[in-house]
């Protein structure tokens, strides 16, 4: 025990590089039992860097190779230090977002079990290639609820853990949003608004527990939510591919270990679509007033009055709400619509113009505003005249007393039937005070407001006889789970292409036209002696009348 050695043979009789200088050494033992935790053999040597020295003799992630050099020759230049420290990592590959990178750096050093601060560029590259090549989204999403975790023995998390990771995923969507890092359309208690998102998540996972185990809040997240985490993955894998592209040193400009081909950036690009996820938020009506809001946000600070206000004023949907839907909806809610790029292949520089098609090949979901009872007037027939025609995906909010804010989701066009409609993606959940995926199924939307015979108003819920949501005829009531709240105000946001926007408002222009035509319709002498009106008339006492 405790002999060193310099140098071991390879199966093929090769001999294997020695560890890292500073690195002690422990007994190798013949290959055993696979360690379950992470995939190590057991009696493996390692290294105190955290490196194997059972090592392949080529890798499989080349600009893992290149990323780890360039950081490893930083690190030296910086601290002196033979391998990659947490701040150089932190710094160089997530400069947007150094606290991701800090915490994914200290999980690739928990799983390597290094004794040192820092890891060993063979270290460093073995755990990057097993990050990488992980494929499995439910491990995926294990693998970051333990980042975002303590990374104790237990590996229980806590309600702050899961907050971590959820506002980590929302400022990665936000830093490619179309109009910029933000988090609130009107920003005004932005803050406050993420905060209550959040924790609406946080709050239904966990209920009063103070800790639960990652694999069940792995499980609820992907029965809930669960397209929140996955672009997370996504960039932490273009930044560990493409960042050597980045940081290269001049000295290493003409070394052909750096020359990028134009299959690696498309490789690259492929896995990375976060900008893509959250909806564009598009205002339904130009008279939308947020004149006297910016005053106000920019002027003193606010009082109790303007603060309650403005909460009236902003829209039932903040961003943070868009996001949190969009992720937790069917992807047919917020799916990108596809353009097709023009690429000039003549170009000398036809690397730049595959990065920019890769791009511009997307671009992300516009929710259009179709329905705002506070701007558009409450009621039955103001809802109707908003809604129907829409033939697209659509959600409808209702806000109600008691700090309740529902959500309906219709993949489809609303009609009037006896029926319920909608299929598999059909959606209703509550937001707010705890975000609930209430039911998805099909069939289970109904809307009659003139049927005799049938139960009027709008209800969500597969089961007619006990319907989750009970919308009374008036649309000024709401009842869930046997009690009754009253709707304070009510939101319609059309999720399809412009195609189908335009398609309604033709259909609403016809529909105005038709209405004014009828009104001005020209009757002949002939057609008036026969027309009921005319006998109203005289029953009424009036004999005289003009026949033009």
């Known amino acids: 025990m405790g002999n060193s050695h310099s140098s071991k043979s390879s199966p093929a009789g090769k001999p294997m590089s020695s560890p890292s200088a500073g690195a002690t050494e422990v007994q190798h033992h013949p290959a055993g039992p696979t360690n379950s935790t992470n995939g190590v053999p057991k009696g493996m040597t390692r290294s105190a860097s955290g490196a194997d020295l059972q090592d392949r003799l080529q890798t499989q992630y080349h600009p893992v190779e290149k990323l780890g050099k360039i950081l490893a020759k930083k690190c030296e230049d910086a601290h002196g230090i033979n391998g990659i420290t947490e701040d150089i990592f932190a710094r160089y590959v997530f400069p947007k977002f150094p606290d991701l990178g800090t915490k994914l750096f200290r999980y690739l050093r928990h799983n390597s079990r290094a004794k040192t601060d820092h890891l060993g560029l063979t270290a460093f590259r073995q755990q990057c290639e097993k990050f990488l090549g992980i494929l499995d989204d439910s491990v995926i999403l294990e693998n970051y609820v333990k980042m975002f975790g303590d990374l104790n023995e237990t590996e229980l998390i806590k309600p702050d853990n899961l907050k971590d990771l959820l506002r980590t995923c929302y400022n990665l969507a936000m830093a490619h949003y179309q109009d910029g890092p933000q988090t609130c359309r009107l920003k005004i208690d932005d803050e406050e608004s993420l905060d209550r998102t959040l924790n609406s998540v946080v709050q239904s996972c966990f209920f009063s527990k103070e800790s639960l185990s990652s694999g069940y809040i792995c499980r609820w997240l992907e029965n809930n939510v669960p397209r929140l985490v996955p672009p997370i993955h996504k960039y932490c894998v273009h930044a560990l591919s493409t960042s050597h592209r980045i940081i290269i040193d001049n000295s290493m400009k003409n070394n052909s270990d750096t020359v990028v081909s134009i299959s690696a950036i498309n490789a690259g690009e492929a896995s990375y679509g976060l900008e893509l996820q959250t909806p564009i938020l598009e205002k339904g009506s130009p008279n939308f007033n947020t004149s006297s809001t910016d005053q106000a946000s920019s002027s003193k600070p606010l009082t109790q009055a303007d603060r309650d206000r403005l909460i009236i004023q902003q829209p039932l949907l903040p961003l943070s709400e868009a996001w949190l839907l969009a992720g937790s909806l069917p992807p047919s809610y917020s799916r990108p619509q596809s353009v097709q790029p023009s690429l000039n292949t003549n170009s000398a520089n036809l690397a730049s113009h595959v990065f920019m098609a890769k791009l511009l090949s997307m671009v992300p979901s516009h929710w ?181």
């Open 368 to 548: 259009t505003l179709l329905y705002d009872s506070r701007q558009d007037g409450s009621g039955t027939n103001r809802f109707l005249h908003h809604v129907l025609g829409y033939r697209g995906p659509n959600l409808i909010l209702f806000r109600c007393d008691d700090d309740l804010l529902f959500c309906v989701a219709n993949p489809s066009e609303w009609r009037e039937t006896h029926l319920y409609i909608g299929d598999e993606d059909s959606c209703c959940l509550q937001l707010l005070p705890k975000f609930v995926m209430l039911e998805r199924k099909p069939k289970s939307l109904y809307l009659n407001t003139h049927i005799r015979g049938y139960p009027k108003g709008l209800r969500a819920g597969s089961d007619p006889r006990k319907p989750l949501l009970i919308v009374d005829e008036h649309f000024e009531k709401l009842e869930h789970r046997g009690l009754h709240h009253k709707i304070l105000s009510i939101e319609v946001w059309g999720c399809g292409n412009t195609q189908q926007r335009e398609v309604q408002l033709d259909i609403k222009n016809w529909q105005i036209k038709e209405a004014e035509r009828q009104r001005t319709v020209k009757m002949t002498a002939a057609d008036w002696m026969d027309h009921p009106d005319r006998y109203l008339l005289e029953l009424g006492g009036r004999q005289n009348y003009n026949n033009k």
